[in-house]
């Protein structure tokens, strides 16, 4: 009697049990620890039932689709809320949006032309969303899944040397209703969080300090999955080197250890 390993292998139609007593069923057979593998054209068996199992698979090739956004500006982001809406964006203030799992898109906001190069877009559910871009200039929010949008206020406003608009990367994270907007650059590393769409922001002091370089700092992201518990990773410009943290309140306190030369 033969055993193998039960799998479930996930395809794009969801997850499907793969039938190993259907003839048209073509995959490898990989014995269960300690355990022979099946003769040549012999199904594997379960060792308590006796009925047939599939054994794993060998990983097949997912399938891409190219698709036509309608228009030359460069997009740099996207996410979908379901299988069917989602919202690309982009340079010169470009939001896309589909209804139509990608096959059709178009312009939700008028585009500009020196208008704000947006890097990033999530959701918290499937009406809630916000758009960003890369250095601290924009936030762009939306209630009705992308539909429509509307600029929220930055965090400290103020125009000076050390002000964040235009002085600072940034990067975004969102649970429920709690937005989180990081930000990093001359004035160190700042992390804020709003209820409201940025009416009141609530500047979270970390402890121990961020630090996350200047304006040559590296690519840098930040969840929050729970809304208390979170999590940053930061890599550091020209050095193959990155940190990261964990968080367990919201980012008033970091647990922060260092990873040098991840890459040789």
Same mark, same amino acid.
């Given at each position: 009697?033969?055993?193998? /390993?039960?799998?479930?292998?996930?395809?794009?139609?969801?997850?499907?049990?793969? =039938?190993?007593?259907?003839?048209? /069923?073509?995959?490898?057979?990989?014995?269960?620890?300690?355990?022979?593998?099946?003769?040549?054209?012999?199904?594997?068996? %379960?060792?308590?039932?006796?009925?047939?199992?599939? !054994?794993?698979?060998? !990983?097949?090739?997912?399938? +891409?689709?190219?698709?036509?956004?309608?228009?030359?500006?460069?997009?740099? %982001?996207?996410?979908?809320?379901?299988?069917?809406? $989602?919202?690309?964006? &982009?340079?010169?203030? /470009?939001?896309?949006?589909?209804?139509?799992?990608?096959?059709?898109?178009?312009?939700?906001?008028?585009?500009?032309?020196?208008? !704000?190069?947006?890097? /990033?877009?999530?959701?918290?559910?499937?009406?809630?969303?916000?758009?960003?871009?890369?250095?601290? $200039?924009?936030?762009?929010?939306?209630?009705?899944?992308?539909?429509? +949008?509307?600029?929220?206020?930055?965090? =400290?406003?103020?125009?000076?040397?050390?002000?964040?608009?235009?002085?600072?990367?940034?990067?975004?994270?969102?649970?429920?209703?709690?937005?989180?907007?990081?930000?990093?650059?001359?004035?160190?590393?700042?992390?804020?969080?709003?209820?409201?769409?940025?009416?009141? +922001?609530?500047?979270?002091?970390?402890? !121990?300090?961020?630090?996350? $370089?200047?304006?040559? &700092?590296?690519?840098?992201?930040?969840?929050?999955? =729970?809304? &208390?518990?979170?999590?940053?990773?930061?890599?550091?410009?020209?050095?193959?080197?990155?940190?990261?943290?964990?968080?367990?309140?919201?980012?008033?306190? +970091?647990?922060?250890?260092?990873?040098?030369?991840?890459?040789?």
């Amino acid at each position: 009697m033969i055993v193998a /390993t039960v799998i479930i292998i996930r395809t794009q139609q969801g997850e499907n049990r793969v =039938d190993a007593n259907d003839p048209k /069923t073509t995959v490898s057979v990989s014995p269960a620890p300690g355990t022979a593998k099946a003769p040549e054209g012999e199904k594997a068996t %379960d060792k308590d039932t006796g009925k047939a199992v599939a !054994p794993p698979a060998k !990983p097949g090739l997912g399938k +891409w689709t190219m698709q036509q956004s309608g228009i030359t500006d460069d997009l740099h %982001d996207v996410a979908f809320v379901n299988d069917q809406v $989602g919202v690309a964006v &982009g340079a010169h203030q /470009t939001i896309l949006r589909t209804t139509d799992g990608g096959k059709t898109w178009a312009r939700v906001i008028e585009r500009v032309k020196d208008g !704000p190069e947006l890097g /990033t877009v999530l959701f918290a559910n499937d009406k809630l969303g916000y758009a960003i871009t890369h250095i601290v $200039g924009a936030i762009l929010h939306t209630k009705d899944g992308g539909a429509s +949008w509307a600029k929220m206020p930055i965090p =400290d406003e103020k125009e000076t040397v050390y002000s964040l608009n235009g002085r600072h990367y940034c990067t975004h994270a969102v649970h429920g209703s709690s937005y989180y907007y990081l930000c990093w650059g001359l004035s160190g590393t700042r992390l804020f969080k709003t209820e409201n769409a940025g009416k009141d +922001w609530i500047e979270r002091k970390t402890k !121990p300090e961020l630090k996350l $370089g200047g304006l040559g &700092g590296g690519a840098t992201g930040i969840a929050f999955p =729970d809304g &208390g518990n979170g999590c940053f990773v930061n890599t550091k410009p020209s050095a193959f080197r990155f940190n990261w943290g964990v968080t367990e309140n919201e980012g008033q306190t +970091w647990k922060l250890q260092k990873f040098e030369d991840a890459i040789r």
